[in-house]
């Protein structure tokens, strides 16, 4: 089998026209030069060059090899070059799995920035609340919440997911305010599908952590329907603050019983592996990250009592 590194070798060895030259071109001792081009031609049983003390000349083979694998060896030094600097530039396809509901806060617009600060990325989204097998499905990046199996594979923790109590305007000037956790027995809230009865929520608030039991005329599996639920005025939704905080600043939702909130667990930046990581997904992980970090929801937004004063 053939040694590559000896075809360059010899490569070198022909356009420098001396083994001296192309060994400090190359950076090796002539010596070991020579004997790398001998054991090539031992490799093919064949003389590739005539020696002597004051002149190097190709055989008739080693000129017919010479023009058939010089253009091997620069395509492959080429290549290897646009790796490397490629390497250095994000370009390729970024494939991100996400939350169902993941570009309901992170926005469409931040999508078109990202794309236009690097024209060589192209962004493939996998949205699902199930989680995806990365190697299997070919995932660059995911972003997770809560527990991780493989605390290695976390490459970074964003924003804590801190979960609040909102209700539209309109429902809160039609339904009254609760003053207490408890006075939410009363009201229509929005929970998750699943198990009959009655939701229990736990909370923490002024006097430590609490837990109420509610119920309502609506339930969904998605964080994003019972959103759209709290929006129409539907009742009260205990809901991730970073969906709900764009709604609250432009007033289409307002916190209720404020003090009172879930913590949540980070959400985490997952990658298959912590080696080699491409530059295209590095990137991106740091464009999301200072678009998602301001999204804390420690903002004090406006409170429902707001509404029941109009």
């Not at 209720?256 to 990658?271: F, S, T």
């Not at 590095?282 to 406006?302: K, M, T, Y």
Request: net charge positive.
């Amino acid at each position: 089998m053939l040694d590559l590194n000896e075809v360059r070798m010899f490569v070198q060895v022909v356009r420098a026209r001396s083994f001296v030259e192309a060994a400090r071109r190359l950076g090796v001792p002539p010596n070991t030069l020579s004997r790398r081009v001998r054991q090539l031609e031992t490799r093919l049983d064949t003389r590739l060059m005539q020696r002597s003390t004051r002149k190097l000349s190709l055989t008739a083979a080693g000129s017919a090899f010479f023009e058939r694998c010089a253009p091997a060896v620069d395509g492959v030094l080429d290549a290897g070059k646009d790796l490397a600097g490629g390497s250095r530039t994000a370009s390729g396809t970024v494939r991100v799995a996400a939350p169902a509901d993941f570009l309901e806060f992170f926005k469409i617009a931040w999508v078109m920035q990202f794309l236009a600060q690097h024209p060589k990325v192209r962004l493939d989204f996998v949205l699902n609340d199930a989680r995806a097998d990365l190697i299997d499905e070919g995932i660059d990046v995911a972003f997770r919440g809560g527990p991780v199996a493989d605390e290695h594979l976390v490459f970074r923790r964003l924003m804590p997911q801190s979960f609040h109590l909102v209700a539209s305007p309109a429902y809160v000037q039609s339904h009254g305010n609760p003053e207490t956790l408890q006075e939410l027995t009363r009201h229509d809230c929005l929970t998750a599908s699943g198990r009959p009865g009655l939701a229990s929520w736990t909370l923490h608030g002024p006097d430590g952590r609490e837990e109420v039991k509610v119920s309502g005329r609506f339930r969904a599996n998605s964080a994003r329907i019972l959103l759209n639920g709290c929006l129409a005025g539907l009742g009260i939704g205990l809901l991730p603050g970073v969906l709900v905080a764009a709604h609250i600043r432009a007033g289409r939702l307002l916190r209720v019983l404020p003090h009172y909130r879930r913590e949540g667990a980070h959400l985490n930046v997952i990658l298959p592996s912590s080696q080699q990581i491409p530059t295209a997904v590095s990137e991106f992980v740091e464009f999301a990250a200072g678009r998602l970090q301001p999204i804390i929801d420690d903002q004090a937004p406006p409170t429902a009592s707001k509404a029941r004063r109009r």
